[in-house]
């Protein structure tokens, strides 16, 4: 059981000395899974088993997004050379499914050949924040280490090869059919807004009662991303809140 959640299963009845044991027990299982994951996702996997079938691959991505908006998306998917438009659309979104090599450097997960992250980004979000995803995949195909890669996306982010999220750029990731690594599965339904660099308190994020999510873990590229949970999924079905 997370941490988080321990709260709410002990009830307010609980003493502070049982609450701080179940704390303590689920932060040492925790730290084993996370050695467990370090340990099984050291270094890339075959490459064979990040690919898909392509038709299973288009309608993945096209999950990200309500189909009103998806439905008109051009669609990448994965292939051995990069990611390639097998759909092109008419609307400016673009849908792809972005593999575990876009998590956080830090992420035990980061070579997980399982996760499979469908994301919908809208028109000023394709023309900019979609070429990080590009390049991090061109370095991971090319067989560079992770440490490799967070060196070489530094390196062009100081050429200023990296652009700066477009105003307006934003994504929808409300796939129920995603999977986003072995301790959060799909997650949550979610829309999430690609800015420069701010801090947490600019958006209000983290904050009791804020419905707006950050990850403060860093990230090289010239971003960060506020994520919003909302009440579905992509198809309509309700989705389960924080």
């Not at 075959?46 to 096209?62: H, K, N, T, V």
């Not at 998806?70 to 659309?89: N, R, W």
């Not at 060196?151 to 990296?162: I, K």
């Amino acid at each position: 059981m997370k941490a988080r959640n321990l709260r709410r299963f002990v009830g307010a009845g609980a003493s502070a000395a049982v609450l701080g044991a179940m704390t303590a027990a689920a932060a040492t299982a925790a730290a084993g899974d996370l050695a467990r994951h370090a340990a099984a996702y050291e270094h890339m996997a075959p490459l064979e088993q990040y690919l898909m079938d392509q038709s299973a691959e288009i309608a993945l991505a096209r999950s990200a997004a309500p189909a009103a908006i998806s439905a008109k998306a051009t669609i990448l998917v994965l292939k051995p050379q990069g990611y390639e438009t097998a759909v092109t659309g008419s609307n400016g979104f673009t849908c792809v499914v972005e593999r575990s090599w876009m998590a956080p450097f830090d992420s035990a997960e980061f070579w997980n050949p399982k996760m499979r992250a469908p994301i919908c980004y809208n028109p000023a979000a394709s023309r900019s924040i979609l070429t990080y995803s590009l390049e991090r995949t061109r370095l991971a195909l090319v067989a560079r280490s992770r440490d490799e890669i967070l060196a070489e996306v530094r390196a062009a982010f100081a050429r200023s090869e990296l652009p700066q999220p477009e105003p307006g750029a934003m994504s929808f990731m409300m796939s129920k059919d995603g999977y986003l690594g072995d301790d959060q599965g799909h997650w949550h339904s979610h829309l999430m807004f690609h800015v420069p660099k701010a801090a947490a308190a600019t958006w209000g994020a983290n904050l009791q009662g804020s419905p707006v999510v950050l990850d403060d873990r860093p990230t090289p590229e010239p971003q960060t991303i506020f994520l919003v949970p909302v009440a579905h999924w992509s198809d309509g079905t309700e989705a389960p809140g924080l």
